[in-house]
């Protein structure tokens, strides 16, 4: 319990985003390697690291650490992509998503609740731009769908997009009648 004060304290001390989800959530670990992730873990991670493009790989493990997660995910969440001692936050955060969720749609779902600024419960508009690279990037890493797919995929999205002021919202692709929403991600826990 100190020791939740002290990293409590330290943010705030420092300025920075304060470690603490915005309401209350039960994570469920079933096995060693499923950490009890939650969407509020990940918002927190995200308000803490956000504002940085790049971000420092013991910077990210520091804070991964401060939220009780256990290392070995995080470790298995870097051997995803060729990642060296600075990450791209977005890049992160899609594979964090990717733990939460079953699929590539549900990862996505997950991003957009992060991400957006719409109260809980909105229709948790992300830009398209933002969108596609998180899908792309996604799409890449599962390697199991092919180029014109996603291609299709993105331009069904950006229609709607164009017509919301650029926007996509949850449901422009969650009754999208695509295969693509039984891609699996290799991080993912859920059956």
């Given at each position: 319990?100190?020791?939740?004060?002290?990293?409590?304290?330290?943010?705030?001390?420092?300025?920075?985003?304060?470690?603490?989800?915005?309401?209350?959530?039960?994570?469920?670990?079933?096995?060693?390697?499923?950490?009890?992730?939650?969407?509020?873990?990940?918002?927190?991670?995200?308000?803490?690291?956000?504002?940085?493009?790049?971000?420092?790989?013991?910077?990210?493990?520091?804070?991964?650490?401060?939220?009780?997660?256990?290392?070995?995910?995080?470790?298995?969440?870097?051997?995803?992509?060729?990642?060296?001692?600075?990450?791209?936050?977005?890049?992160?955060?899609?594979?964090?998503?990717?733990?939460?969720?079953?699929?590539?749609?549900?990862?996505?779902?997950?991003?957009?609740?992060?991400?957006?600024?719409?109260?809980?419960?909105?229709?948790?508009?992300?830009?398209?731009?933002?969108?596609?690279?998180?899908?792309?990037?996604?799409?890449?890493?599962?390697?199991?769908?092919?180029?014109?797919?996603?291609?299709?995929?993105?331009?069904?999205?950006?229609?709607?997009?164009?017509?919301?002021?650029?926007?996509?919202?949850?449901?422009?692709f969650l009754t999208h009648?695509?295969?693509?929403?039984?891609?699996?991600?290799?991080?993912?826990?859920?059956?």
């Amino acid at each position: 319990m100190l020791w939740c004060l002290a990293i409590y304290f330290s943010a705030l001390s420092k300025g920075e985003p304060l470690p603490v989800k915005e309401r209350i959530e039960m994570p469920i670990a079933t096995q060693k390697t499923d950490t009890g992730l939650t969407l509020g873990l990940l918002k927190i991670l995200h308000k803490q690291l956000a504002p940085k493009t790049l971000v420092n790989v013991a910077e990210l493990k520091e804070k991964w650490k401060y939220l009780c997660l256990p290392e070995e995910q995080l470790k298995a969440i870097l051997q995803l992509d060729s990642f060296s001692e600075e990450v791209e936050w977005m890049k992160i955060l899609a594979l964090g998503c990717s733990v939460l969720g079953g699929s590539l749609l549900s990862s996505m779902k997950y991003a957009c609740e992060i991400l957006t600024t719409d109260p809980d419960g909105g229709p948790a508009h992300i830009a398209f731009q933002t969108f596609s690279f998180l899908y792309s990037y996604l799409a890449s890493i599962d390697g199991e769908i092919p180029e014109e797919k996603i291609e299709a995929f993105l331009i069904s999205i950006k229609k709607q997009a164009d017509q919301q002021a650029g926007m996509v919202q949850l449901r422009n692709f969650l009754t999208h009648p695509s295969t693509l929403s039984l891609s699996r991600l290799p991080l993912s826990t859920k059956q």
